[in-house]
């Protein structure tokens, strides 16, 4: 079991930056188990899309849509994944959904709304 809580969003102009922190629990284990962590987001009324993730080695990789402008990170220690986020686009609008996938099971976030105003 892998509970996600998500900080970070808010309201940007265009060109901004914001950080997406993801805190993660697990109830058995520690976050070394957690596979891959990672980001998704929803734009009003569009499918939800991948952004990035980050292996519990340090890969990493981001879509094609956020290249050059999103970092992903990750802190074992502190068991959390940040997104940092720059030259905010006004496209970049949406609900942010951090992810986990952990013994074969994908676990959620709420998710934190960024809001990319021009």
């Known amino acids: 079991q892998v509970q996600l809580v998500e900080s970070g969003g808010g309201v940007v102009q265009v060109g901004g930056s914001l950080r997406l922190s993801c805190a993660a629990s697990v109830a058995s284990g520690s976050i070394y188990s957690i596979n891959y962590m990672g980001w998704y987001r929803q734009a009003p009324g569009k499918q939800r899309e991948w952004v990035a993730r980050i292996s519990n080695s340090g890969i990493l990789t981001n879509a094609d849509s956020v290249k050059g402008r999103f970092t992903i990170s990750r802190d074992n220690a502190k068991n959390t994944v940040d997104l940092h986020m720059n030259s905010l686009k006004p496209e970049d609008t949406g609900v942010y959904y951090c992810?986990?996938?952990?013994?074969?099971?994908?676990?959620w976030g709420q998710g934190t709304q960024v809001t990319v105003s021009s």
């Open positions: 992810y986990a996938e952990h013994t074969a099971r994908v676990y």
